[in-house]
Structures are given as C-alpha cells and as structure tokens.
C-alpha cells in the first residue's frame, strides 16, 4: 500500500529530494551559529543572542515573502535566485568583520529564506491534493537524511579544523543546489501559479483553523528551536561538550529519517489538526522532562520526544495549509506557514538567553507550558467548523439565461 501511494508522488519531487539530502549534509551552521559566536567571535551570550535574533529576521522575513515573489514570478525563478545569493553570502561569512556580520547574516538569511518558502510552494503546485502529505514527507525525509549526517560531520570540523569551514561548506552546497534545481525541474509548466494578485487575509478569515494553526505554530517554534540557542548552553554547563550536542542533533535526524515518512502514509487518512496537535504537546512533553535533572539519560529523552512531536506536526501542517491554500494565493500561504514556522529564529536566542541569563530554572517550564497551550488549541480547533475547499475566490460565473422559444433540435451526425 505505501509504495502505491508513494508512486502518486511526481518525478520531480523525488529528483527535488535528492538535492535536498545533498545540501542539507552540508547546511549546519544555523546550528553552531551560537556556539561560533560566543567561542571564535568571542561573543558574550547576550550580544550572541542579539545577532542571531538581527540574521534570524533576514530569514523570517525571507519565508514571508518568498512566496508573494514566487505567485508573481514563478517559484522555481524565485528558488533559483535565493539559493545562488545565499551560497555567495553564505561563503562569504568567515571573510567578514564581526560588525559587518550584523548586515551580511540578514541578507544572506532572507535569501535562503526566499529559497525555503518558494521550494515549499513548488511542491505544492506540482503535487495534487491528497498527495501532498506524503510528497512534504519525502522531502523532509532528505533533508533529515542529510542532517543526520550533517552535525556529526560539522562537529568534527569544527572541533578539529575550523567553524569557518561550516559556512564555506554550506555556501558551495546551496550553489549546488541551484545548479540541480536548474536541471531537473522544468522551467515552464508547474513552476508557477496562476494569477498571483489576489487578496490573502479574506482567504485567511474563511479559514479560522488555519488562523489558529499559524498562531500555534508561531508559539511553537519559539520553544522548539531552544534546542539550537540556550540548549547547547544548558548542555555545556552541566558538563556536556560539543560532541555530545552534535549526537543529540544526529538523533533528531536519524529519528525523522527512519519513521516521519512510514508515519505519514501510515496517518495519512487522519484529521490533520489532531495529529498536529498531539505533536506540539510531544514537543511540550520534550522541554518538561529537562525538569527531571540534567544528565545524558534527561537529555536523549527530550530529544527523543521533541523528535517524535516534530514527526507529527511539521510535515502535516505544511501539507494541511497547502490543501487549504486557493490555487491563485498558494505561494503565499505557504509564505504565510514557513514564516510562522521560522520565528523562533528570531525569538528564540533573545527571549531564551534572556530569561536563561536571568533565571535559568525558569527556561524549561515556560518552554513546556507555551507548548501545551498551542497543542491544545489545534486539538480545539480540529473539533471546530470544517474549512472551506480551496478553491479560487471571486463570483461564480454567471449562469446563462435559458434559451427563448422552442428548443432546436439537436444536429444529426452522419455516419462518414
């Protein structure tokens, strides 16, 4: 059965996937982006959470906007630009001052920014609806493939050689993908959306679950991207190093690889929402056990259950927002989701070492209860009135008036 439904997926979703898992070994310095400030750069832990907030609006506001680019001038156009200029940035970093990086780390976020959101919306348009779930499934399934391997490699290089080499590396992998992108997806046909000047927010208030999801998801990923800021901090003060870190992140990966695709064919004919839902309160459940004690036991365990909360709400709701999505404003709803769904990296450094600096016994039951209250409004919303079809908005064409007089008889066809 699962491999019937996998070959609805198009061709050019899998080949999209490949280079996915090719980039993505190489994409990790978002993750030691904290510890390279506060350690190479020299940083304190305030000014580091600061930078990482001022780069994370670059790429914030990248998936805001990548996909009202993309409904206008194609999403495979739009792909293509924001990976080229995010690889030459993104090599550039070791090359720069410290202060330049306050301008350079926005500029080249809101590029890969643009990327995210208009590879997001290229799936979306070439795969059908029904298929799209398992189609996201795919290629997070790369992506985790790759950063499986990919923190563990970026530990080793950047304990034994450099952490410059991780923006090199990384800068050259989005490059990559550019070039692959370029070759096996088509420039006409399912790259582009049609229309592209609609009006979203009327779509938007037709679909009040989809307006809760956005705001769940929003608070979600403030806490959830903890484990990428004052994690690794917590970590370091009760005597884990960097090694141990890069394993914990290699559990995430591997976790994904092996079971968020078997588990999206699996729960493919399930209510979304609840599925989404009793995944934010598995990440909830993650940062409550840090309440338990700091050890290695403690810290497998969080990573473990905010893996498995990240299995079921990320690749789901990406997919529920495209089925909800009219066709004439798919590119910005998927905008609108990968925007809410990046803003912990502008919130979480700043408001998570803040409050870590100032009372870091605090940190961890904020984080779980944040995340129990965005779970349980989804399980609400889900029990809530069903969203219209996504279908695209304005009158119904006008149904012609009936003809006057008799009717005409139909014309006879002569056998040739």
Known sequence: MGGCVLKDIPRTVWLLACGT????????????????????????????????????IGLLAGNFTGGWHGDRFGHRRVLLTGAVTSGLLLAAVPLLPTPALY????????????QRAANSALVAVI???GSRRQAFAVVRAAANGGFTVGPLLGAVVATRFSYDWLYVAEGLGSLTLACWTARVVPARGAARTRGGTGRVWPELRARP??????????????????QYSTYPLFLADHGMDTRTYGALLAINGG??????????????RRSPLRIVGTGLLLVAAGYGVLLLGAGLVTAVTMMTLLTLGELLYKT???AYVADQ????????????????SMSGTVLAAPLGGALYERAPGMLWP????LGAVAGMAVLVAATGRRAPTATPSGPPPETPPPPVGPPRPSPVRLPS
């Open 325 to 340: 999505a009219p066709e004439h404003v798919q590119g910005r709803f998927q905008s609108l989701y990968a925007g809410v």
């Open 127 to 129: 795969v059908p609806e």
């Open 103 to 114: 301008a350079a780390l926005p500029l080249c976020q809101y590029a890969a920014g643009v």
């Open 21 to 56: 898992f090719a980039n993505m070994a190489v994409s990790v310095s978002f993750a030691y982006l904290f510890l390279y400030l506060t350690g190479p750069r020299g940083l304190d832990t305030a000014e580091a959470g600061l930078l990482s907030g001022i780069g994370g």
């Open 316 to 318: 789901t709701a990406t």
């Open 255 to 268: 976790v994904l690889l092996c079971l968020e695709l078997p588990a999206a064919l699996a729960l493919r």
């Open 209 to 226: 679950a989809v307006l809760i999801l956005l705001a769940a998801i929003l608070v979600t990923d403030v806490v959830y991207r903890q």
């Open 366 to 369: 904020v984080c779980a209860g």
